[in-house]
């Protein structure tokens, strides 16, 4: 099991996932009189020589992934997030999940989705061939099991808020084949969300081959699960079809039984077929033995997305606060964030500060505050609107699209 009882022991406490999932409500657990900060690591396994290795370190907000692989002589950072300098953007998440289904299908005690793909989408992004709807039933589906909760929203937040940061589809990657064969990726132009990877064309800290080998290693492992020779039973073959429609998911236990019957007794695909902990967990083991395109089952399973169609603006929103009371920009990005989050249309956070010297210190002239808002602009304008007026501030402050000087105009 890649996760040790102390590490599974963490994941339990109630703040975990909001440290880890750096929340703006995640309360503080730096320990500034402690010698050493508590870290914790765990390895994903895949076969003997290969393993996805999660460092993390509650106390400073950090978050490394490595990797193992022969011809690498130590574990080979491929990325890492904080609330500084990150590199997160390691993978697509077609990628992570063909490494989840992989490393499951090895260790019997590690479902998917699970704890891998919860622990890890932070260092996956969906890109312009992910689709929706092959991708967020498994990511609640993974949250859905480390964070249960009384009332299963679909989407999950933790998977809304993944999409708010990791949604590079559309934003001008481009992938390519460095001289050495292996893929890279770059975005000459940035329109949306700025790519930080160290899989780019020209990096020589990314280990381009060890992960290549590691994708071609998880490849073999998930395709071998349909070539086992009992699917081909007539029996097996006639439930397994009837668990690929669109009601599949209503004929498990008579695919059961069938492989059952054949002798066939893989750990992980009968638990998968008997009981499953979220239907994901099923829909991807019967998808994986009949050949079908990955993901392709999942969208058939669960229909669409309730994320397709979303769309995000990023904002920015300039208050000046000279002659305000202290922490005045703060106070409107706290009130602005609370607004947001109550009427389910994003989250505001301060971004920055303007600052200029003033006898003999410097003295805050304005404050800036990042703006996400979802689906409906008009009415997160509007809330802009009325926080802004709510602390007298509609008259000097101003909101345009990030990084652009177009002002939006507030409503009175």
Not at 56 to 77: C, S
Not at 223 to 228: C, I, K, P, Q, T
């Amino acid at each position: 099991m890649p996760l040790d009882d102390a590490f599974k022991a963490r994941m339990a406490e109630p703040d975990f996932w909001p440290v880890y999932l750096f929340d703006d409500d995640a309360p503080d657990v730096y320990d500034e009189d402690a010698d050493e900060q508590e870290t914790f690591v765990t390895r994903f396994r895949l076969g003997e020589a290969f393993a996805l290795v999660l460092d993390f370190t509650p106390g400073l907000e950090y978050v490394e992934l490595a990797l193992e692989a022969p011809g690498l002589p130590d574990p080979t950072t491929v990325g890492w997030d904080d609330q500084a300098h990150f590199h997160p953007h390691v993978m697509p998440w077609r990628e992570l999940d063909l490494l989840c289904r992989a490393v499951a299908l090895g260790d019997p005690e590690l479902r998917h989705p699970g704890p891998m793909a919860a622990l890890l989408c932070r260092f996956a992004f969906l890109a312009d061939n992910d689709d929706l709807d092959r991708v967020t039933p498994l990511v609640d589906g993974a949250f859905a099991l480390m964070r249960p909760s009384s009332r299963e929203a679909r989407p999950r937040p933790e998977t809304r808020a993944w999409l708010d940061l990791r949604n590079l589809a559309g934003t001008g990657l481009d992938w390519s084949a460095r001289p050495d064969g292996h893929d890279a990726v770059d975005q000459p132009g940035t329109d949306g969300l700025p790519l930080y990877s160290l899989r780019t064309p020209d990096s020589e800290e990314f280990p381009f081959a060890a992960w290549s080998a590691l994708l071609t290693r998880a490849r073999e492992s998930v395709s071998a699960l349909a070539r086992d020779p009992a699917l081909a039973r007539p029996g097996v073959r006639q439930a397994l079809d009837r668990c690929t429609a669109p009601d599949g998911h209503g004929h498990l236990p008579a695919l059961a039984d069938a492989l059952a019957a054949a002798g066939y007794t893989h750990p992980v695909v009968m638990r998968a077929l008997e009981r499953p902990v979220h239907r994901a967990e099923a829909c991807w083991v019967v998808e994986t033995m009949s050949g079908l395109p990955q993901g392709e089952l999942v969208s058939r399973w669960f229909g669409p997305s309730p994320l397709a169609g979303s769309e995000t603006w990023r904002l920015s929103l300039h208050v000046p606060v000279l002659g305000r009371a202290p922490r005045f920009g703060h106070q409107i990005a706290e009130a602005l964030d609370a607004a947001l989050r109550e009427s389910d249309l994003g989250h505001a956070e301060v971004g920055g500060s303007s600052m200029r010297p003033e006898n003999g210190t410097f003295v805050c002239t304005s404050t800036s505050i990042d703006v996400l808002i979802r689906d409906d602009l008009t009415r997160g304008v509007g809330v802009v609107s009325r926080v802004l007026h709510d602390h007298d501030a509609a008259q000097t402050a101003t909101l345009h699209p990030a990084g652009k000087p177009d002002v939006i105009t507030l409503p009175a």
